[in-house]
């Protein structure tokens, strides 16, 4: 089987850097024969390559596991909007704060970068599709902008957005027309050779997507804007920032990166952590500290500190002094102690 990567530089943001999965464990599980996977692909998504003549259109594809799986994906983040479709078997599937087993015709909605994982920890035995498709947006509030070849009239377009946009109801039970889509779906990307098959992929894009938006008519939908305003970029923004903690930030740098105004990310972030910014900051870097001066007892105080993103050693102990009680070095022997006595108990 041929897998072809073709690298691409990940989204930055002023310190933030966003990283679309490259499905490396998928790519070891087929390496090693454990399941049956064809995708078309672009960037650094597994597959053979897509032309020109579906830009925008990131992935497209299948796997089909019909023996125990000892793999899964992790936690990991896509910057285009993400269909899943399961077609048999079962899934354990995970998105934001709901974890669910998904079942024959469940189909799952992912918006632009937001967190999902496929396993717990392993994917189960089944049949599973994706489309993900790049709308330009690399924050929540932005505005999505599908690719020209979507043929969808403007007025169907701007409801399908809405819709998927500003809906918590991303995992969805589907009907007998969904799954012939997946099934065309499956038979296109299996035959193409080098974009022969471009125009009908094309047409079944637009074919899901009509269908999805039947689907989310007929469904319960509560539509929630707060899930395309600026609080939902603040919210990505600090769910990245313990990646990045050793960078040198400042409230103005902080906001930028957020793709935010510096009033509005101070009032969101106050409202979702009841810190300042800065504060905010500090307390991320102090427990990330307290984890290191754990676990790496070979780096000094000074190394941690410059890891954490305290600007001096000096400074960074007297900002843990303040709130633990005491300095690092006693913390560390402190709580080293404590360890060493819990594993060994008193018989």
């Known amino acids: 089987m041929k897998i072809n990567i073709q690298k691409i530089e990940p989204f930055?943001?002023?310190g933030v850097v966003y990283h679309a999965d490259t499905c490396l464990p998928l790519i070891d599980a087929c390496q090693r024969n454990k399941l049956k996977f064809k995708a078309l692909a672009r960037h650094t998504y597994p597959g053979d390559r897509l032309d020109d003549n579906t830009l925008g259109l990131n992935s497209i594809g299948y796997w089909d596991a019909n023996e125990p799986q000892d793999w899964g994906l992790d936690w990991h983040r896509n910057e285009g909007i993400e269909f899943h479709f399961l077609e048999s078997g079962t899934?354990?599937?995970s998105q934001e704060n709901k974890e669910v087993l998904l079942t024959p015709n469940h189909l799952t909605i992912t918006r632009p970068w937001e967190a999902h994982k496929v396993g717990n920890?392993?994917?189960g035995m089944g049949k599973f599709y994706w489309v993900i498709?790049?709308?330009g947006v690399r924050r929540p509030h932005q505005e999505w902008v599908w690719?020209?070849?979507?043929t969808l009239t403007q007025e169907d377009l701007k409801q399908l957005t809405i819709?998927?946009?500003?809906?918590?109801?991303?995992i969805l039970k589907t009907d007998d027309k969904i799954r012939s889509c997946f099934k065309r779906i499956n038979v296109a990307v299996n035959t193409d050779r080098n974009g022969s098959n471009a125009s009908r992929i094309r047409i079944l894009v637009n074919y899901l997507l009509i269908l999805i938006l039947d689907l989310l008519k007929t469904e319960d939908i509560v539509l929630n804007e707060s899930l395309t305003d600026s609080s939902r970029s603040v919210q990505f923004f600090l769910k990245e920032l313990d990646k990045n903690l050793s960078e040198d930030w400042n409230i103005e740098k902080m906001s930028k990166s957020a793709g935010v105004g510096l009033t509005r990310f101070t009032h969101h972030c106050?409202?979702?952590t009841n810190l300042t910014p800065m504060r905010y900051l500090t307390m991320r870097r102090l427990e990330m500290s307290k984890k290191i001066l754990l676990e790496k007892g070979n780096l000094t105080v000074s190394e941690v500190a410059y890891i954490c993103g305290f600007t001096t050693s000096q400074y960074f102990s007297t900002v843990f002094k303040k709130h633990e009680k005491c300095s690092p070095n006693e913390y560390r022997k402190r709580n080293l102690v404590k360890m060493s006595l819990s594993?060994?108990?008193?018989s």
């Open 12 to 14: 930055r943001a002023d």
């Open 91 to 93: 899934m354990p599937y």
């Open 121 to 123: 920890p392993n994917i």
């Open 133 to 135: 498709i790049d709308l």
């Open 147 to 150: 690719p020209d070849w979507i």
């Open 163 to 170: 819709f998927l946009r500003q809906n918590e109801k991303s």
């Open 270 to 272: 106050k409202q979702l």
């Open 343 to 346: 594993a060994y108990p008193e």
